[in-house]
């Protein structure tokens, strides 16, 4: 990667989806794009390294090789893993694995990104969930990770809001990608008795996620975040995204928890 004046971007599975499309727009509008993926960006403009988020260090080590050529301006962690299981049933390999892409990668991530910031200033946009607010049913180890997620964002913005290190956390609703396809579901055999509601709350997820906004929106979103003076911590996406998170932090939790359930046909 030769040295350019533009600003570049370092972003965390932007091979497919809302990271995707995030790259079109930034190498589209004059950024230089990095992509770090298990599999390439098919855009042109965009420069792949290839890293596991659960491989060790072979995210950071990605990153810092980035950091050491040029100033990294913006970094944006799309990467994720989904899995619909019980939580009785749910093997310690997946749930781990799922962690380490959905949390401990952001985190590895960040840790590697600041020291090219702290000198210059610099965004960091991390792509949670509205499910890391209303639990997706059988899908909880997903929710569970993107909580952490906002929390650490949350945690990461104080810290580093003094170095101009500008951190915010992007909490789209479902979004129609191939995501839905992509997630790990247990059969009937490894789900035994809950086999039928997690048939259930799987095909619930799929129709909200495909019904939901296209990745493209998503990605607008997150490029103008790039460039707001004062961006928010927490960004939703979405009136209905928005409208649903208020909601839930009205209503007493047990009447929030009934009306998701029945959202996810349980």
Same mark, same amino acid.
């Given at each position: 990667? @030769? ?8 972003? $965390?599975?932007?091979?497919? %989806? ?5 790259? $079109? #727009?930034?190498?589209? #509008?004059?950024?230089? $794009? ?7 960006? /098919?855009?042109? /403009? ?22 050491? &050529? ?33 949390? +401990? ?12 910031? /702290?000198?210059? %200033?610099? #965004? ?7 499910? %890391?607010?209303?639990?997706?049913? +059988?899908?909880? +180890? ?23 290190? /500008? ?16 997630? &790990?579901?247990?059969?009937?055999? @490894?789900? &035994? ?6 048939? &259930? ?15 493209? *929106? ?28 208020? +909601?839930?932090?009205? $209503?007493? *939790? ?6 998701? *359930? ?5």
């Amino acid at each position: 990667m @030769e040295k350019s004046n533009k600003k570049t971007a370092v972003v $965390v599975g932007g091979s497919s %989806g809302i990271g995707y499309e995030t790259c $079109v #727009r930034l190498v589209n #509008r004059g950024w230089d $794009v990095v992509n770090i993926s298990r599999t390439p960006c /098919k855009n042109a /403009k965009v420069t792949n390294i290839a890293a596991d988020a659960a491989a060790g260090t072979a995210l950071s080590d990605a990153i810092l090789s980035v950091a050491e &050529k040029t100033p990294v301006s913006a970094l944006i962690y799309s990467a994720g893993f989904s899995m619909a299981a019980p939580i009785e049933f749910a093997k310690e390999s997946d749930y781990r694995y799922l962690f380490d892409v959905n949390f +401990f990668g952001a985190l590895q991530s960040i840790q590697a990104v600041i020291p090219s910031m /702290k000198a210059r %200033g610099g #965004r960091i946009i991390l792509i949670g969930s509205i499910g %890391g607010d209303l639990p997706i049913c +059988f899908d909880s +180890f997903y929710s569970a990770s993107k909580a952490a997620l906002e929390m650490l964002c949350r945690s990461a913005y104080s810290e580093l809001k003094g170095y101009n290190i /500008k951190v915010t956390g992007v909490l789209p609703g479902g979004t129609a990608t191939n995501f839905t396809f992509k997630r &790990k579901v247990y059969g009937d055999d @490894e789900n &035994k008795s809950y086999s039928q509601s997690v048939n &259930k709350a799987v095909a619930a997820l799929a129709n909200i996620e495909q019904s939901g906004m296209q990745p493209a *929106e998503v990605a607008e979103i997150i490029y103008g975040l790039l460039l707001a003076d004062k961006p928010p911590v927490i960004k939703i996406c979405g009136a209905k995204n928005t409208a649903m998170r208020l +909601f839930s932090r009205i $209503v007493p *939790e047990k009447i929030t928890l009934k009306i998701n *359930e029945r959202v996810y046909n349980q």
